[in-house]
């Protein structure tokens, strides 16, 4: 038999060749659904050459030439299809190349010891006082005051801040962008989040292998318009002595809680939400 034209062929190609024509017909629009550049330009390409082999090859073409060629064809999409897939597929959770993402997480060295030396502590429980706060944040002052180090990984530093029976503090520290930012997560004793939460800022690097501030960022502004000027701090005084605290210059508050380092305590409870 000898096809004529493509519509000649569609009516009377045999068993066999409906069976492919019907095969590739899916093939090719599932690739066209899945709405990739890749997969458009081979799909694309593909029809193109089907429609012109078939109108304009000689009528002496026998069947079985033709039946070769489509199966040719076809196992050529698939290949690229293939290639496509493993082109596309990254080999990070991140949306840009992995050198991209290790510049973003490459932290200043002094930032980076930092980190390690906060690290270094990872899973202890530490008791701390109020040392020092203005009238606007001594009732803080407390009959215990707990950090505990919980949670750590290569971007995260999670600190659990305990005020007696009050289990709603989580200090975040992450790497991000280049530096380190702080973030106060906030939770009720149910685990939702509060009304004010996940303020804080980013540390401008380099700061100090014992020292980072961080400055409040855009968000914080939004919820607190007025502790625009605020920033937290951690401090690693000693070998002996952590502080954290937050200054507001606009309105002269402060606060500093410093813990003992050197001797853990038992782990409060988990913190609410956690």
């Known amino acids: ?27 090719l629009f599932t690739i066209l659904a899945a709405q990739e550049d890749c997969y458009l330009f081979i799909c694309g390409s593909s029809i193109i050459y089907l429609c012109s082999f078939n ?20 196992a050529i999409v698939l290949l690229f299809v293939s290639a496509c897939n493993e ?26 010891t930092f980190w390690n030396n906060i ?19 001594e009732p803080f002052d407390a009959d215990q005051i707990i950090i505990h180090i919980r949670d750590c990984t290569d971007t995260l530093t999670h600190i659990s801040l305990h005020i007696d029976d009050d289990h709603s503090r989580n200090l975040l520290l992450t790497k991000v962008d280049g530096t380190l930012r702080l973030k106060h997560d906030h939770r009720n004793e ?14 401008p690097s380099p700061g ?11 968000h914080t502004t939004q919820i607190l ?29 402060s606060i500093r809680m410093e813990f003992d380092i050197s001797t853990p305590v038992d782990e409060p409870p988990a913190p609410w939400g956690y």
């Open 87 to 112: 082109e596309e597929t990254p080999d990070t959770p991140f949306e840009y190349a992995p050198e991209e993402a290790a510049a973003l997480m490459d932290l200043a060295p002094e930032q980076r």
């Open 119 to 137: 690290q270094e502590h990872c899973g202890n429980a530490y008791e701390g006082i109020l040392a020092d706060a203005t009238p606007y944040y």
């Open 190 to 203: 149910d685990g939702t989040e509060e009304e004010i939460t996940q303020y804080g800022g980013d540390a």
């Open 208 to 218: 100090l292998e014992t020292r980072q501030i961080f400055e409040a960022d855009e």
């Open 225 to 253: 318009p007025d502790r625009f000027d605020n920033f937290w701090f951690i401090d690693i005084m000693d070998d002996e002595t952590l502080a954290y605290g937050v200054h507001w210059p606009k309105h002269g508050h």
């Open 55 to 74: 109108r304009h090859r000689k009528n002496t073409m026998p069947m079985k030439s033709s039946m070769v060629q489509h199966l040719i064809l076809l």
């Open 1 to 27: 038999m000898r096809l004529v034209s493509y519509t000649n062929c569609l009516k009377t190609a045999n068993y066999h060749k409906s069976i492919l024509r019907v095969t590739c017909k899916i093939s």
